[in-house]
């Protein structure tokens, strides 16, 4: 079973990821690498919310990822997984397939069958 | 206004799009008659909040995507309380959308928009969610044959599957006693014979397990 802060430091490693951060669906931080993660916390859990409102609204079956596209190209990405919530700043020269390909491999390592393995 | 979103539907993977006003709703859509408009207003006041959200905390924010199994949306703010989305298949070119949507968003700014009759009807009354009239357990059952559905139909699985449930429910007592009769309307929805011997197999243990309890 992974910590938060082994499951963040290892998101942080991926090429392309310039900060993260782990929260609980309540709002609690677990982990972090970037600055102002209140600020981040907030959004990640409005996104999230809005997310499933909207797949409900729709009829789609699940929300891999939701990312805020910026000009500096510095894409605030949103995670939801299970009961946690993982946010990615992302680096603006970076191969964004390549970095969600690895992204989705470490969640899948952590959430199985609907259960998240992070202590 | 339509022929501006009409020539995003014809970027490879893209399913339709749509414009939408925080005030008044949807202004124009050439998206499929299966998105009923009430859905598509619900959809696009919660990606005006989502953008609103977005752009408080980044102020170069462009484009929000939402990233979900069967399809991709992406929407564009293009003055406040107006925002064009588009939904998409998995596979679509997000690039060539974005650019389309630069283009898209210029002509807006020069004036080149004039509203039309939206084409989808807008005041249909808006029914009880199905949810609201099924059990607990029940609907549990519903979200995975749902799931399944996914497997042989894809992206569009999702709005084939409530629009057959809408009806069955509209049938009679949503109940396991007629599951039959609802996987045999699913089964006119899919048509191909294969597809449909595919589907039933996927569901079936899942069917199996529901009965034993």
């Known amino acids: 079973m992974a910590t938060a802060k082994d499951f963040v430091g290892r998101i942080n490693q991926i090429d392309g990821v310039a900060g993260c951060l782990l929260v609980k669906d309540d709002g609690a931080v677990l982990g972090q690498t970037i600055n102002d993660p209140e600020v981040y916390s907030t959004l990640l859990q409005m996104s999230s919310n809005l997310s499933r409102e909207i797949m409900t609204s729709i009829g789609f079956s699940y929300c891999r990822h939701l990312s805020f596209n910026r000009i500096n190209m510095q894409n605030f990405c949103v995670f939801p997984i299970d009961n946690y919530l993982l946010g990615i700043v992302q680096k603006a020269d970076c191969s964004v397939a390549f970095m969600l390909e690895r992204v989705y491999q470490l969640i899948g390592k952590v959430s199985t069958s609907g259960e998240t393995k992070i202590s | ?213």
């Not at chain 2, 008044?24 to 009923?36: D, M, Q, W, Y």
């Not at chain 2, 011997?197 to 309890?213: A, E, M, P, T």
């Open chain 2, 1 to 213: 206004m339509i022929h501006l979103i009409d020539e995003l539907k014809v970027i490879p993977g893209v399913i339709g799009a749509c414009i939408v006003s925080s005030k008044e709703g949807i202004k124009v859509t050439n998206l499929p008659s299966i998105f009923k408009s009430e859905r598509l207003n619900l959809v696009g006041k919660h990606l005006l909040k989502l953008y609103s959200a977005g752009w408080m905390s980044f102020d170069d924010l462009t484009d929000v995507s939402l990233h979900f199994d069967e399809s991709v949306v992406l929407a564009r703010e293009l003055e406040k309380g107006l925002l064009v989305f588009a939904i998409c298949d998995p596979t679509f070119n997000q690039n060539l959308l974005t650019m389309s949507f630069n283009l898209l968003h210029e002509e807006f700014k020069l004036g080149n928009f004039s509203a039309v009759p939206v084409s989808a009807p807008l005041n249909e009354d808006v029914a009880a969610p199905v949810e609201a009239t099924i059990s607990g357990t029940l609907q549990d059952l519903l979200e995975e044959m749902k799931s399944a559905l996914g497997k042989v139909l894809g992206p569009m699985a999702g709005f084939v599957f409530d629009e057959v449930l809408e009806s069955w429910v509209e049938q009679g007592t949503p109940d396991f006693s007629r599951i039959e009769e609802l996987i045999k309307q699913i089964d006119q929805e899919i048509v191909d014979r294969d597809k449909i011997d595919h589907y039933r197999q996927l569901i079936s243990s899942v069917l199996q397990n529901f009965q034993k309890g």
